[in-house]
């Protein structure tokens, strides 16, 4: 099935978020959640290395900045764009954040918990379940992140 023209859209402003995570050598992961009129209301990259924070996820960083826009840690009527399927920290907030649907990039193989090796957002046990756009622009958000811990290796 092809992407929503609109999560291809979305999926931009996540790609401009991750190439900003370069600047401070992070991997390059970026997010934003789109408020229920359609307008950004969060937006993150991974600040990992940046803050000395483990729990700085692009994800993380999306969603606590759209529950202080919206003044409520129910995130209900948004989506949420990422650029690599979220790990379970993140599918985690995802899920007690409320958040109706997640819309990504690239699977990730190793610790991804959006279908790949957990499916935490979909899973029946949990008060909440989220629609998930899997594959936005998989390709361009791959390259980036290959390219990165590439770099890295030499």
Excluded: Y
């Amino acid at each position: 099935m092809p992407a929503d023209p609109l999560h291809r859209e979305w999926m931009d402003l996540a790609l401009e978020q991750a190439r900003l995570a370069l600047a401070t050598a992070d991997v390059p992961i970026g997010a934003v959640v789109i408020g229920p009129d359609g307008t950004v209301i969060g937006s993150g990259r991974n600040e990992r290395e940046a803050h000395h924070d483990p729990t700085a996820h692009a994800e993380m960083v999306a969603i606590r900045e759209a529950a202080r826009k919206l003044d409520s840690w129910r995130l209900e009527g948004c989506t949420l764009v990422v650029t690599l399927e979220p790990c379970a920290m993140c599918a985690g907030a995802v899920v007690l954040a409320r958040v109706p649907k997640v819309v990504f990039g690239a699977w990730d193989e190793k610790a991804g918990a959006a279908g790949s090796v957990f499916d935490i957002l979909r899973e029946r046990r949990l008060n909440h379940w989220v629609e998930v756009h899997p594959e936005v622009r998989a390709d361009e958000c791959g390259k980036l992140l290959r390219e990165f811990f590439e770099s890295h290796r030499d």
